[in-house]
């Protein structure tokens, strides 16, 4: 046995000619057509939207979608690799263009044929944008305290309620919403909670404003408001009472993307801090011949691949079906990757120097981008929580 799993045959991870091929292109197509455009649209706060057309002409909007719903059926590790270039050199231009996959996941996984057809393959086309409205001023890290409330009345459901920090939510066509059907049972909150698609030009759908956050500026998170909203019972996912159950394991496969983003992060302070103290000279020498810059490079060097390799191994584990296995290696990426990247960001800051809190470097936004990717997703304290609750359960057989 190895903690927490039971072989060490599960840990196996294989890149393919496939992914580095798909790698090299998103690459060149993010240095070529997104670098120029970054500081502009941090100050701005917006992403141009030709870059978004050309994101769509590349397939980015859906790579691991399957074809018949519009995406590139390509697996985990793809979408993995392809965030982790994106990320590299504008997390939040990858944000944008990922951020539908929280709508889409949830209704390849439990809805219709019709659903999937009808809302999957515009937002895997990168035709429509999409997000997924679960946070409440109230419930964020605990999702059964949702206070949102669907009420079904003549064959539809009448929707009231308010959801925050919705990434993509100012910009987005569709939305999967969270909202009781029924009130919590004392003995299991997580009950009666229900998941319904829903569209942004419905009577009653309201974007109350745009928050501004410290790291993912251009990136668009915003306030939503939900008044007597009609939804049509056919645009309830899966079974009513179950939402809960959908959400969770919808965070479980997309938080393999944070991870990547972790990663990316992680890699651009990296390259930026190995070329600063290639270059810099101080007390007549580079700066990359002093011991204590050597170990900074080092220690990141490390970090950075082992943090790779965690994430591309949680990727796998998906791709090879092994789901439970999956969940826990998830969970580890993105606590990892996320804290690694903190970590070599504040480095390249150190080596940096004065200029790496000068915001004409692009050090320091690496620093406050990352900062939001530990928090959403399930903040990175859910996640060891998470970790110790599923080893516990599967060698203990006790749950904490």
Request: avoid cysteine; proline fraction near 3%.
């Amino acid at each position: 046995m190895v903690l927490p799993f039971s072989t060490s045959e599960i840990y196996n991870v294989k890149v393919t000619e496939d992914h580095e091929l798909f790698r090299k292109a998103v690459r060149e197509f993010m240095e070529r057509e997104v670098a120029p455009y970054v500081d502009k649209g941090e100050r701005e706060g917006e992403i141009p939207k030709e870059l978004l057309e050309k994101a769509k002409e590349l397939g980015l909007f859906g790579i691991s979608v399957p074809k018949e719903y519009g995406g590139q059926g390509g697996d985990t590790l793809m979408e993995t690799i392809a965030i982790e270039e994106m990320v590299r050199v504008w997390p939040s231009f990858a944000v944008r263009v990922t951020g539908g996959g929280l709508f889409m996941v949830p209704i390849l996984l439990f809805g219709t044929e019709e659903q999937k057809k009808k809302y999957v393959t515009p937002v895997a086309k990168g035709e429509k944008f999409a997000a997924f409205a679960n946070t409440e001023p109230g419930a964020g890290s605990d999702v059964a305290g949702i206070q949102s409330v669907a009420k079904k009345e003549n064959g539809k459901y009448i929707l009231n309620g308010r959801k925050i920090f919705i990434t993509n939510g100012g910009i987005a066509d569709y939305y999967i919403v969270t909202a009781r059907t029924s009130p919590p049972d004392p003995k299991a909150r997580w009950k009666g909670i229900s998941m319904f698609i829903v569209e942004r030009e419905w009577k009653g759908v309201k974007v109350l404003g745009r928050i501004e956050t410290m790291g993912l500026r251009a990136s668009n998170t915003a306030e939503l408001a939900f008044e007597n909203v009609e939804v049509p019972a056919e645009n309830l996912i899966g079974e009513e009472g179950m939402g809960f159950k959908y959400a969770l394991m919808t965070f479980d496969r997309t938080r393999i993307g944070v991870a990547a983003q972790g990663v990316g992060v992680a890699q651009a302070a990296l390259e930026k801090m190995v070329s600063y103290a290639i270059q810099r000279q101080a007390f007549g020498s580079p700066l990359i011949n002093f011991q204590m810059v050597q170990e900074k490079i080092a220690d990141s060097i490390t970090e950075v691949n082992a943090a790779r390799l965690l994430t591309y191994w949680a990727a796998s584990l998906f791709d090879q079906g092994k789901i439970d296995e999956a969940i826990v290696a998830a969970s580890m990426a993105k606590l990892y990757a996320t804290e690694v990247a903190e970590r070599v960001a504040i480095r390249a800051i150190t080596v940096f120097g004065g200029y790496g809190v000068a915001t004409s470097t692009g050090v320091e936004r690496l620093l406050r981008d990352v900062e939001v990717m530990k928090i959403y997703e399930g903040a990175n304290d859910i996640q060891r929580l998470t970790i110790l609750r599923e080893s516990a359960r599967r060698l203990l057989k006790i749950n904490l």
